[in-house]
């Protein structure tokens, strides 16, 4: 019984000699500075782990208040609220995974375009069997689901659905993978990051559904999508935030027609008791004050002149504008008849007038990268006309876009001529331009 003893003393000093070095320590972190915990202190790369404002958990992981978190790993196996698709996305994404209204409308619209936001959704039949890695253009069935899902990322997501053994047409696992591709190999669409060169915001926290619906363009669908298909996005995307919060203000279409009295005529004079004159001042031209300009799309052209119905923008608003063809240039219809009167009065004094007027918002966006705004998101729609390398107005600002302003090639004596006459058919000259003549001057 001695040797047992002696090792059990030796052991029992041990312990003593650990005591005396880690009491110390121990009292000091007991009497060191202490720091109230934060829901910031839970947060990782954007992603928040672990919600301060849950008690206490219930079955499957979901709160006691009947939420179901926003653990970017776990899966919400209960089928969202609502009685339509978008009204469960809308739900999903606010509610169980706490995205911003903006970020979630921004979303809504892509998936809109790409797939109605159907689950049942396949670019070619077959597509929901197809477990090749090969995407539309190397011969596969295409994408599926209410993402369209394609190549690689088409079987990763039906497998996802197996394991979790949920219907692979069913919205609930799709949005489980939505949400799992965000935070894990597509994660970039909520810190930000780089696509051809531009650089876009992530979602996170993100206030604004257009620039919310473009950035989940470019750094999660990353479709084939033209500058005008990526601005459908924005559209769809601002008219299901309007439609969710009940919030307007970024509305980019606006219903309703001119007062019947409006109905074209001389642009500078009052037309009928209900409309302004057009380019009278800044705020003429503001559909807010002035919506006929934007709106009517009654007033007619001249036979063999109709250009049909375009997109236009005025204050980055969109609004339905028509369209007329005259003397070659394609403008707004309120100001076709006095186009056409000051190019046949400058052919009477032997000047030929050429030159080009309506903008696209995708031909604004591709001249501002050409004339050297830069190439980042900030440069193409933030960064001021005036630090560009030749001064070009940001996508929805330009009267370009409304039709308004028409660019004419000044040769011969044509500036001295329209610095004189000009005027009498309602177009000023932006000073720094010769060639820029809008119904504002700007």
């Known amino acids: 019984m001695i040797r047992p003893l002696k090792r059990l003393s030796a052991r029992l000093q041990h312990i003593r000699w650990a005591a005396w070095i880690t009491l110390p320590v121990m009292l ?107 995407n539309i253009n190397e011969g596969g069935k295409g994408g599926v689901g209410i993402v369209q899902w ?53 979602l996170t926290g993100i206030k604004d559904p257009h620039q919310a619906a473009v950035s989940f363009h470019a750094l999660y669908e990353r479709s084939g999508d033209s500058a005008s298909g990526i601005e459908e996005r924005a559209r769809d995307a601002v008219k299901y935030y309007a439609k969710y919060t009940g919030d307007g203000s970024f509305n980019t279409t606006v219903g309703g027609t001119a007062p019947a009295t409006c109905t074209g005529g001389t642009v500078g004079t009052v037309n009928g008791t209900n409309c302004a004159s057009i380019g009278k001042t800044s705020e003429a031209n503001d559909p807010k004050t002035n919506p006929y300009i934007c709106v009517n799309t009654e007033v007619k052209c001249a036979a063999g002149t109709d250009a049909g119905i375009g997109k236009g923008y005025n204050h980055r608003k969109e609004y339905d504008i028509r369209l007329c063809k005259v003397d070659g240039v394609t403008v707004n219809a309120f100001v076709a008849t006095n186009i056409d009167q000051m190019v046949k009065a400058a052919k009477g004094a032997h000047l030929n007038m050429t ?15 050409k004339n050297g705004c830069g190439t980042t998101h900030y440069d193409i729609y933030e960064r001021p006309s005036s630090e560009c ?27 001295s001529w329209m610095s004189k006459n ?20 700007k």
């Not at 000009?422 to 000073?431: D, E, L, R, V």
């Open 355 to 369: 030159g080009s007027g309506f903008r696209t918002m995708e031909s604004q966006i591709e001249l501002r990268s």
């Open 422 to 441: 000009a005027a009498t058919y309602g177009f000023k000259n932006f000073p720094a331009e010769n060639w820029h003549w809008s119904v504002d001057g």
């Open 389 to 415: 390398r030749v001064p070009t107005a940001r996508p929805g600002e330009s009267n370009h876009q409304m039709g308004l302003a028409v660019d004419w090639d000044m040769v011969g004596g044509l500036f």
């Open 150 to 202: 394609d190549g690689g990322r088409r079987p990763a997501y039906i497998n996802y659905a197996l394991q979790h053994g949920a219907d692979k047409k069913n919205i609930v696992p799709q949005l489980n993978y939505l949400w799992y591709e965000m935070n894990h190999d597509q994660n970039a669409v909520l810190k930000g990051g780089d696509w051809k060169g531009v650089h876009y915001p992530g």
């Open 28 to 134: 000091y972190a007991a009497t060191g500075p202490t720091y109230a915990l934060t829901q910031n202190d839970l947060y990782t790369e954007g992603i928040n782990y672990f919600d301060l404002n849950v008690s206490q958990c219930g079955a499957n992981g979901s709160d006691a208040t009947g939420g179901n978190g926003n653990s970017a790993s776990g899966y919400i196996a209960t089928a969202p609220q609502g009685s339509t698709n978008p009204d469960k996305i809308w739900y999903f994404l606010t509610q169980e995974v706490h995205m911003t209204p903006a970020a979630a409308a921004g979303i809504m619209g892509n998936l809109n375009q790409e797939s109605g936001m159907d689950p049942t959704s396949e670019q070619r039949p077959g597509a929901w069997e197809d477990m090749s890695s090969r």
